[in-house]
């Protein structure tokens, strides 16, 4: 019943930017804190961004500090992630992340992200 869906990954050149959005549905959306983590081929998966459920608080990994900002629309129940100054280093898969009450934890399907020259 619970989805959640990212777009907006692809391919870009160092230097360049993307913007990642995760859609919800499902859930009670205001209810839940949101992360974006990724993971790169080979590696762990990472925490890259945080949100609180109202959007008041925000953390960020220190590799993306400066370069990525994560937000939030409760309205629309949609998290973004925009992605500035993207590294080769930043190619990953990027998942979407929902964190509620309880045991309630849900995960999206991965979008990936390629930079690349």
């Known amino acids: 019943q619970v989805q959640l869906v990212e777009s907006g990954g692809g391919l870009v050149q160092p230097g360049g930017s993307l913007r990642l959005s995760c859609a919800a549905s499902?859930?009670?959306?205001?209810?839940?804190?949101m992360k974006w983590y990724r993971q790169a081929a080979g590696k762990e998966r990472e925490l890259v961004a945080a949100?609180?459920?109202?959007?008041?608080?925000?953390n960020y990994a220190d590799s993306v500090k400066g370069r990525f900002t994560i937000s939030r629309d409760n309205a629309k129940n949609t998290v973004d992630l925009q992605m500035n100054s993207l590294k080769p280093e930043d190619t990953a898969v990027y998942y979407c992340?929902?964190?509620?009450?309880?045991?309630?934890?849900?995960w999206g399907q991965g979008t990936q992200v390629t930079v690349s020259s």
């Open positions: 992340y929902a964190r509620g009450p309880l045991t309630r934890v849900y």
């Open positions: 499902g859930l009670t959306f205001s209810s839940y804190a």
């Open positions: 949100i609180s459920s109202t959007g008041g608080s925000t």
